[in-house]
């Protein structure tokens, strides 16, 4: 049974950073169903086209942000969705133009390395110094593919489930689209 919202479930507490093995034993101790594929390491978008195979769902882009006040961002998207960073501070409430930030910055917030960013490096984020957002087109997948903490696994969830992982580790994620605006029609 998932934590009442605004809560924090004692598990995702722990010590810092989980690893795949602990990050996939806890989405099944909580109940959260959850198939994971291994595969060679995968560390970019075209790596995972390439080399992943049949596995099912909306394969993510992930990408590790900072604003100039220094507050992180994770945002996911369909992996084929192009991203103007620009645009995306709006959305995500940034202030100051927003940036990549460092790999040191990702080890420490989310506790993985680069090429394995990921929705589910939530768990590694207990005192929620970052905000998560993740596009609508994702949630409307009918599975969503992350790897769990590293580039050599995929875990395939519904978003549904994804929602509830997160609402587990305390995080409730921005809703964002990336969808462009129609432009108006000239008349």
């Keep these: 049974m998932p934590a009442p919202a605004g809560t924090v479930h004692p598990d995702v507490t722990a010590k810092m950073?989980?690893?795949?093995?602990?990050?996939?034993?806890?989405?099944?101790?909580?109940?959260?169903?959850a198939t994971t594929h291994s595969h060679p390491p995968l560390r970019t978008v075209a790596e995972s086209r390439e080399l992943r195979?049949?596995?099912?769902?909306?394969?993510?882009?992930?990408?590790?942000?900072?604003d100039s006040k220094k507050n992180y961002f994770l945002v996911s998207i369909e992996e084929e969705t192009p991203v103007d960073?620009?645009?995306l501070r709006g959305r995500l409430g940034a202030r100051g133009n927003l940036s990549f930030a460092s790999a040191e910055a990702l080890y420490e917030k989310l506790g993985v390395l680069p090429g394995s960013v990921t929705l589910l490096a939530a768990i590694n984020d207990p005192g929620h110094e970052v905000t998560i957002a993740i596009d609508e087109a994702l949630l409307a997948a009918?599975?969503?593919?992350c790897h769990p903490l590293t580039n050599e696994m995929?875990?395939?969830?519904t978003p549904a489930t994804l929602l509830v992982f997160l609402e587990i580790t305390g995080h409730t994620p921005l809703r964002i689209s990336l969808v462009p605006e129609a432009a108006?029609?000239?008349g």
């Design 17 to 33: 950073p989980a690893t795949p093995e602990h990050l996939i034993a806890f989405l099944a101790e909580k109940g959260l169903d």
């Design 53 to 66: 195979g049949n596995i099912p769902g909306a394969h993510t882009k992930n990408l590790f942000l900072r």
């Design 85 to 87: 960073l620009k645009g």
């Design 142 to 145: 009918p599975l969503v593919a």
């Design 154 to 157: 995929t875990t395939c969830l």
């Design 184 to 186: 108006p029609a000239e």
